[in-house]
């Protein structure tokens, strides 16, 4: 059985990413292998680019300067409001 394992294990580490062109789901729009979001509507087009997106929003949100953003994004709204009402 450990044998078995060992050859999948090798198996999937030889197998060789073969650069196809990337089809957007969202508009089907070809993109060229290398590309990591959508050429034509800015869809991530792999997992790494959709976690790279996501851990570059929970350290923004980390950090102080976006809650001060936030905050003032926040009072323009109440300020816009004010001003129609
Ligand atoms: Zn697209």
Same mark, same amino acid.
Do not use: H
């Given at each position: ?5 060992? $050859? +999948?294990?090798?198996?999937? =580490?030889?197998? #060789? +990413?073969?650069?196809? *062109?990337? @089809? !957007?789901? =969202? !508009?089907? &729009?070809?993109?060229? *292998?290398?590309? =990591?979001? !959508? /050429? /034509? !509507?800015?869809?991530?087009?792999? #997992? ?8 570059? +929003?929970? @350290?923004?949100?980390?950090? *102080?300067?976006? +809650?001060?953003?936030?905050?003032? &994004?926040?009072? #323009? $709204? #109440? /300020?816009?409001? &004010?001003?129609?009402?």
């Amino acid at each position: 059985m450990a044998e078995l394992a060992g $050859i +999948k294990l090798e198996s999937t =580490r030889t197998k #060789k +990413k073969t650069l196809e *062109p990337l @089809q !957007c789901s =969202r !508009c089907q &729009f070809i993109n060229s *292998p290398t590309s =990591r979001f !959508c /050429n /034509n !509507c800015g869809l991530e087009l792999s #997992k790494e680019a959709i976690d790279e997106v996501n851990i570059a +929003k929970q @350290q923004a949100e980390m950090l *102080p300067e976006y +809650k001060l953003i936030m905050k003032e &994004f926040e009072e #323009k $709204i #109440k /300020n816009i409001q &004010f001003s129609e009402g």
